[in-house]
């Protein structure tokens, strides 16, 4: 089984800290993503990654940035938390081996800021 | 228009049932559809891919029709256990870089 793990399940900071958000796979996938998921707006993509030291930028990547210096892990930096990036955030990953693969996602991550 | 646009929910249906779930997708040149399950706090897991000629997974059946852009997941003799938030997904063409393109939801509650 494909094994997504996020760094936190919880987790609580201030308005303008430095926040890191950690997720590692297990199966060697090539592609990842970040994604924030608020109620009545469902999953919005932040940023996404084909592969190691790639990165692409999704449909709100304002105020966040994403670090993959390794295959199996990818970090999402929030430079200065703000209180609307209080969320839900979702790591995923898949395999682009025969076609585009369905996406396994980790725990997620219920981040506050106060 | 959304990219991919879901049923407005939510459903409400006695333990039994059988329930139809309805997508419609904006991009033709679309790759790969999915549907995915999201229970309450908790992340999306996949439920199934759709293939073109329709497949089903014991009481879960899915259809595409690409010429409609259309996407449909059937759920039949539906118990308490599926009550949850069922998510269309659509990959995007080659050129976008294959993202994955998430409806809104429609969420389903199965009463007993």
């Known amino acids: 089984d494909v094994k997504v793990t996020q760094s936190s399940r919880y987790l609580v900071k201030r308005t303008g800290e430095k926040v890191f958000l950690e997720c590692v796979q297990d199966?060697?996938?090539?592609?990842m993503f970040w994604y924030r998921q608020d109620p009545g707006l469902g999953l919005r993509l932040i940023y996404f990654?084909?592969?190691?030291?790639?990165?692409e930028k999704g449909d709100i990547p304002e105020g966040y940035s994403v670090s993959r210096e390794k295959k199996e892990r990818f970090s999402l930096i929030l430079e200065s938390a703000s209180t609307n990036q209080t969320s839900m955030y979702l790591c995923a990953s898949r395999t682009l081996d025969r076609g585009y693969q369905p996406q396994h996602f980790g725990d997620g991550t219920r981040l506050s800021i106060l | 228009r959304k990219e991919v646009e879901q049923d407005p929910g939510p459903f409400n249906v006695p333990e039994g049932a059988t329930v139809a779930f309805n997508c419609t997708y904006s991009?033709?040149?679309?790759?790969?559809f999915f549907w995915y399950r999201q229970d309450c706090r908790k992340e999306p897991k996949l439920l199934m891919s759709v293939y073109s000629s329709g497949n089903e997974d014991g009481r879960f059946t899915a259809q595409l029709n690409r010429a409609s852009q259309y996407i449909s997941l059937l759920i039949r003799d539906s118990k308490l256990s599926d009550s949850a938030t069922y998510l269309c997904?659509?990959?995007?063409?080659?050129?976008?870089?294959?993202?994955?393109?998430f409806g809104q939801g429609t969420e389903l509650s199965v009463k007993p």
């Open positions: 991009n033709s040149a679309s790759q790969s």
């Open positions: 997904v659509v990959t995007g063409p080659w050129n976008q870089g294959g993202k994955l393109i």
């Open positions: 199966m060697d996938h090539e592609n």
């Open positions: 990654s084909y592969d190691v030291k790639m990165k």
